[in-house]
T-cell receptor, first 111, second 114 residues
């Protein structure tokens, strides 16, 4: 089983729609969680960290469910510029500094 | 400007010819790492370094070497490249791996081994 799994999509949504997707992780000792955005094989860039209580950054909301070992990302009022691949990233544990990346979920927002 | 630079950006080489991909950061970050990205597999960590002279294997270290003699530089060395090392490579740096640590990625190096 992969350490981090994501639905590859693609999620094709109209502008203004809400889109949400999850990422599951296998290591229950995982400590830190992130969503990164990657455009067309360019370098990934941090979208947001995911905190235990959930957090919001503008139109983006991230949630963490430790019991079921998944994190989620919700995008409200989608813009054309939100079209990208969203990478789920998990750090292994407090004394293991490796990072595990999901293969990414592709979102395409259409006019 | 805070940045991570990688060189070269594109490289075509032949099997067995040693090569080095350089990575440099100007943010005084302690944590640096190398990833390869292949279709359908996402980014996989090759090696990482927590500080000068401290390196450790990631998930796919076979066929690669790294060194961290200075804080700012973290070169990736392929002693004898093979076609299965054809990939897109990213270097990244950060203060660490906690939830408050942003990974800053370089622009990527597209390597083809013939």
């Amino acid at each position: 089983r992969k350490e981090v799994e994501q639905d590859p999509g693609p999620f094709n949504v109209p502008e203004g729609a809400t889109v949400a997707f999850n990422c599951t992780y296998s290591n229950s000792a995982s400590q830190s969680f992130f969503w990164y955005r990657q455009d067309c094989r360019k370098e990934p860039k941090l979208l947001m960290s995911v905190y235990s209580s959930g957090n919001e950054d503008g139109r983006f909301t991230a949630q963490l469910n430790r019991a079921s070992q998944y994190i989620s990302l919700l995008i409200r009022d989608s813009k054309l510029s939100d079209s990208a691949t969203y990478l789920c990233v998990v750090s292994r544990s407090s004394n293991d500094y490796k990072l595990s990346f999901g293969a990414g979920t592709t979102v395409t927002v259409r006019a | 400007e805070a940045q991570v630079t990688q060189n070269p950006r594109y490289l075509i080489t032949v099997t067995g010819k040693k090569l080095t991909v350089t990575c440099s950061q100007n943010m005084n970050h302690e944590y640096m790492s190398w990833y390869r990205q292949d279709p359908g597999l996402g980014l996989r960590q090759i090696y990482y370094s927590m500080n000068v002279e401290v390196t450790d294997k990631g998930d796919v270290p076979e066929g690669y070497k790294v060194s961290r003699k200075e804080k700012r530089n973290f070169p990736l060395i392929l002693e004898s490249p093979s076609p299965n090392q054809t990939s897109l490579y990213f270097c990244a740096s950060s203060w660490g791996t906690s939830e408050t640590d942003t990974q800053y990625f370089g622009p990527g190096t597209r390597l083809t081994v013939l």
